[in-house]
């Protein structure tokens, strides 16, 4: 009986010196996050100036990262008004939906880009379905391939 009372006093202590290592990592790592030291202001200054990969990649940095991005709607509407340019009736169906800008993002980001491909002529000499590259299409709407259509026959 007494060494189990001795274990489990060991297995104590020493989980008492692992929470003590983990809040001092914890601590040191907390003093490197400029999003926990500097004003929300800055911090919004510093995100606002990355572009939406750089963003995204900011956002899976770690839990406060995370938070800062992600519920701060306003870093994600200037990129979705870029997007608008060329999936305005998306974008703006989704506005009045309700969605957040980061969720309309997400929605519109490929499809904006396989769309404004579409858009610019590079799929027009396109002799086959096989020729299309499989990796980057996106599955799009009616009104979606009526504006394509339309513009390969404004071509």
Known sequence: ??????????????????????????????????????P???TFKIFSQLDIRSLCRASITCRSWNN?????????????LTLRAVCQREIDDDV???????????????????KHEWLSGRYSNICSPLSLPEKIMYPMDADTWGEILEAELER
């Open 96 to 114: 009045e939906s309700g969605y957040s800008w980061r969720v309309i993002l997400l929605r519109n980001y490929q499809k904006s880009k396989v």
């Open 40 to 42: 929300p202001e800055v």
């Open 1 to 38: 009986m007494q060494k189990n009372s001795k274990r489990n006093n060991n297995s104590r202590v020493s989980g008492i010196e692992l929470n003590a290592a983990d809040a001092e990592k914890e601590k040191k790592e907390g003093q490197n996050n400029f999003v926990e030291l500097l």
């Open 68 to 80: 800062t991005v992600r519920d701060s709607d306003s870093l994600w509407k200037p990129h979705c």
